[in-house]
């Protein structure tokens, strides 16, 4: 079964820097493309960032552009969230994603609480 398991939140200070983790398990990572989302407290949850298979393409919010970079180790089942500069406005729940297209499926990560306070 698909599994994704996030790590690598916590408290970091405004300006600090974080990198949160996600292992994939149960299906084929290098041919899949995924995705960080987060949720904040009352607020839907968001696309931060997607990552194609290969790593050729990349994409953005506008509100973390320039300060989150996604990246991938195909090797390794895992995909990463490199967070600099944070903002108490990122504070959320950030979640791992995929789409499974061969069952119109997306999957979830338990998720990872990331607060950004002095």
């Known amino acids: 079964q698909v599994q994704l398991v996030e790590s690598g939140g916590g408290l970091v200070q405004p300006g600090g820097s974080l990198r949160l983790s996600c292992v994939a398990s149960g299906f084929t990572f290098s041919t899949s493309g995924m995705s960080w989302y987060r949720q904040a407290p009352g607020k839907e949850r968001e696309l931060v960032a997607h990552i194609t298979s290969n790593s050729g393409i990349t994409n953005y919010a506008a509100s973390v552009k320039g300060r989150f970079t996604i990246s991938r180790d195909n090797a390794k089942n895992t995909v990463y969230l490199q967070m600099n500069s944070l903002k108490s406005e990122d504070t959320a729940v950030y979640y791992c994603?995929?789409?499974?297209?061969?069952?119109?499926?997306?999957?979830w990560g338990q998720g990872t609480q990331v607060t950004v306070s002095s």
């Open positions: 994603n995929t789409f499974r297209s061969a069952n119109s499926r997306s999957y």
